[in-house]
């Protein structure tokens, strides 16, 4: 399997334009997560999906911030309009549940490098 | 909700000699720790992980070990390799239990292995 992946693998956008990030999960996993990660806030929960169900977004910023799930294979996080404090890595990762031992394991993919100016 | 701390936040050692990192957690009704390790422009990778009815786990070089009652857990790391320079985070469920990929990270460990 060619792991979970990301795109695009950098971003770089003006203040107030709309960014879309797409992740598509290891085939066959029930579990998506969204996180992000800085300097000063470390890595940081977004939203996690359980087959396709949006389940958790309380640790998402702000209303400009949304994420989907079509389907099994494909997310994106979207940010409208972006900030400069949306600077970060986004990473999207993935698990499976099929026994609790089993579903903790994430898998991350190479994120996304945002920089917004 | 949980709350993680990790320390040291850098670490510095000769190949060969061992690295210890330390980890703590607030919330007593977590029973999954996870270690993970970051390399420059990759996502974390998970190395090793214990749950709360081990006190210690080992895998080759790497081992966890884990103390409920004082609610902290650690990475060491044995006959340290350049490769193994990279950052490591621990984490504990966000809202203690199981965590189920939920979950609340350290702040980090820039480890640098000198050849």
């Known amino acids: 399997d060619a792991g979970v992946i990301q795109s695009p693998r950098h971003e770089v956008t003006e203040m107030g334009q709309e960014v879309t990030l797409r992740c598509k999960p290891i085939?066959?996993?029930?579990?998506l997560f969204w996180y992000r990660q800085t300097m000063m806030r470390g890595l940081e929960l977004l939203i996690y999906?359980?087959?396709?169900?949006?389940?958790?977004d309380s640790g998402m910023p702000e209303d400009r911030f949304s994420a989907k799930m079509p389907n099994a294979s494909f997310s994106t996080l979207k940010i409208q309009p972006s900030e400069p404090r949306d600077s970060a890595v986004y990473f999207c990762?993935?698990?499976?549940?099929?026994?609790?031992?089993?579903?903790?394991?994430?898998?991350f993919g190479s994120g996304t490098q945002l920089s917004v100016l | 909700g949980e709350n993680v701390e990790q320390h040291p936040s850098t670490l510095s050692v000769q190949e060969g000699d061992s690295a210890v990192i330390k980890c703590t957690y607030s919330?007593?009704?977590?029973?999954?720790f996870p270690w993970y390790k970051q390399e420059l422009g990759k996502g974390p990778q998970l190395i090793i992980d214990?749950?709360?009815?081990?006190g210690e786990k080992k895998d080759q070089r790497i081992a966890v070990t884990l103390n409920k009652t004082a609610k902290h857990f650690s990475l060491h790391i044995t006959e340290t390799q350049p490769e193994d320079s990279a950052v490591y985070f621990c984490?504990?469920?966000?809202?203690?239990?199981?965590?189920?990929?939920?979950?609340?990270f350290g702040q980090g460990t820039i480890l640098t292995v000198h050849p």
């Open positions: 984490a504990a469920p966000n809202r203690g239990g199981t965590s189920y990929g939920k979950l609340t």
């Open positions: 085939s066959g996993h029930d579990y």
């Open positions: 214990i749950r709360s009815n081990v």
């Open positions: 999906f359980n087959n396709n169900v949006p389940i958790d």
């Open positions: 990762a993935s698990s499976l549940r099929r026994d609790r031992a089993t579903n903790e394991k994430l898998f």
């Open positions: 919330d007593s009704a977590s029973n999954y």
